[in-house]
């Protein structure tokens, strides 16, 4: 007897419902990118292993779902190889490739591999599942949609600026209120120049992203279990204890920073990206946060989060700027700078806030009920009309009773509902029926199309 049928912890189905919310969500997103001059990719679901492996650090390669090779692996290796050699040099001879963990590392292959027929600076947005081998858990899945826009061959901080509007402009869209959070790579790297740990400089910024979660006490607690001594944790505390106002945590860090040509690099980034932010009008919060560190290796300046400020989840958004990444495909000098929107969670939170349109203003806006052959011949015409002017339109395939497609069009939340009798069908009309209201009106055909002549605007 057949089991049950399942999928794998981590992983969904989606309704018609849900499909329809998420297309909301990706559809916003979507505008807003091309509106910025972004352009459309796509790269495969897998990448060679070699492309993947230490771009994320320890944890990520853990996190990295591996592809077994195709055909039978075993008969390649011997017995004896299979039993004697290390599990993770074992991995690497029956596997090559390997699920993307995010888009922005194939994102760098691809500049590298077709880097002849881009056009400098590349403006690129993707939107793509990717997969992490995590622990499931609320808003943490193990495929998801990542969202990602960057631009690469600029190091201007324009760039910056005009990723922080991006991210204004899809939430503003979405009606969610954020916080964007912003911090500095090159800050944190003259934080360890300044305490003298700049070998655990790795280590500094993993934990000190954890900050929010587990509290300085414990931070601090980790960073002694990795080897950092007591002075330079000493030196370390009144920065992570550091409160006030942005300018102030400014103020304080390049006297702090003095004697780090680094962090005072990283303050002068900061305050140019503040003062292009304090000439426009934004709707999110911003907030230099110190304690802001991203874990990926690849960061090398600006680092962004995003969290919504009325619903408890975590970041729903983020990224930064990567000098380097192109480098480890062969292609140096080539700095590039980007954020990912996380569409699951962006989901999660605006089912949790209750901000999606209802279903009837995604899904079919007009049902025709079926009374027969004669009334479909007159139908026909007035749906294809409809249609054509981008009306999601239905006709019930068949003629049941009059009570099963009435109750077909409220379990589908169809907001209109059009009835095409004998006696319409003499007079040349159509009765239109709002379904929420009851009310009704008799229609030409032309006048029905005009009344349902703008299309559904869903930003």
Same mark, same amino acid.
């Given at each position: 007897m057949a089991g049950k049928p399942s999928i794998p912890k981590g992983t969904r189905d989606f309704t018609p419902v849900e499909m329809s919310r998420r297309n909301y969500i990706f559809d916003a997103i979507r505008q807003v990118f091309k509106t910025y001059?972004?352009?459309?990719i796509e790269t495969p679901a897998m990448e060679?292993?070699?492309?993947?492996? /230490?771009?994320?650090?320890?944890?990520?390669?853990?996190?990295?779902?591996?592809?077994?090779?195709? /055909?039978?692996? @075993?008969?390649k290796l011997s017995d004896e190889q299979l039993i004697e050699t290390a599990p993770g040099k074992l991995g690497t001879m029956i596997s090559e490739k390997g699920l993307r963990y995010d888009l922005t590392v194939p994102f760098a292959r691809f500049v590298v591999q077709h880097r002849n027929e881009l056009t400098f600076p590349?403006?690129?947005?993707?939107?793509?599942?990717?997969?992490?081998?995590d622990r499931p858990q609320r808003g943490r899945y193990r495929e998801f949609y990542q969202c990602d826009v960057d631009v690469i061959g600029s190091t201007s901080l324009l760039n910056e600026y005009e990723l922080v509007r991006i991210i204004d402009a899809v939430f503003k869209s979405l009606n969610l209120k954020v916080v964007i959070k912003i911090n500095n790579r090159k800050v944190l790297t003259g934080i360890a120049e300044v305490i /003298?740990?700049?070998?655990?400089?790795?280590?500094?910024?993993? %934990?000190?992203?954890?900050?929010? @979660?587990?509290?300085?006490? @414990?931070v601090l607690l980790e960073l002694e279990q990795k080897g950092i001594s007591k002075e330079a944790l000493g030196k370390l505390e009144p920065v992570l204890a550091m409160k006030g106002t942005d300018p102030e945590k400014i103020a304080f860090l390049e006297s702090y920073l003095a004697s780090s040509e680094t962090g005072l690099k990283g303050i002068e980034e900061i305050k140019e990206l503040f003062s292009f932010l304090c000439e426009t009008d934004l709707k999110a919060e911003t907030e230099?946060?110190?304690?802001?560190?991203?874990?990926?290796?690849?960061?090398?300046?600006?680092?962004?989060?995003?969290? %919504?400020?009325? %619903?408890?989840?975590?970041?729903?958004?983020?990224?930064?700027?990567?000098?380097?990444?192109?480098?480890?495909f062969g292609l140096e000098g080539v700095s590039g700078v980007g954020v990912s929107f996380g569409a699951d969670r962006i989901y999660d939170v605006m089912l949790q806030l209750e901000r999606f349109p209802a279903r009837g203003e995604m899904d079919t806006r007009v049902l025709f009920v079926n009374f027969g052959?004669?009334?479909?011949?007159?139908?026909?015409?007035?749906?294809?009309?409809?249609?054509?002017g981008a009306v999601a339109t239905e006709l019930y395939p068949e003629s049941a009773k009059m009570k099963k497609q009435m109750a077909y069009a409220n379990t589908r939340n169809i907001p209109f509902v059009a009835l095409v009798g004998e006696q319409e069908m003499n007079d040349g009309v159509i009765t239109l029926k709002e379904m929420e209201t009851g009310e009704q009106e008799r229609l030409t055909p032309d006048q029905l199309v005009d009344r349902f002549s703008e299309p559904l605007n869903l930003l």
């Open positions: 001059g972004y352009q459309p060679n292993l070699s492309s993947l492996m /230490g771009k994320y650090g320890d944890e990520g390669d853990r996190l990295l779902f591996k592809v077994l090779n195709s /055909g039978n692996f @075993k008969d590349f403006k690129r947005y993707q939107i793509q599942a990717v997969w992490r081998a /003298g740990e700049m070998q655990r400089i790795t280590d500094i910024t993993v %934990a000190i992203d954890k900050l929010e @979660k587990i509290g300085m006490e @414990k230099f946060d110190l304690t802001l560190a991203r874990g990926l290796n690849y960061y090398t300046g600006c680092i962004f989060e995003v969290k %919504a400020t009325e %619903a408890s989840m975590g970041s729903i958004c983020g990224g930064g700027r990567y000098d380097d990444l192109t480098s480890i052959e004669r009334e479909v011949r007159f139908i026909l015409p007035v749906l294809d009309r409809l249609r054509e």
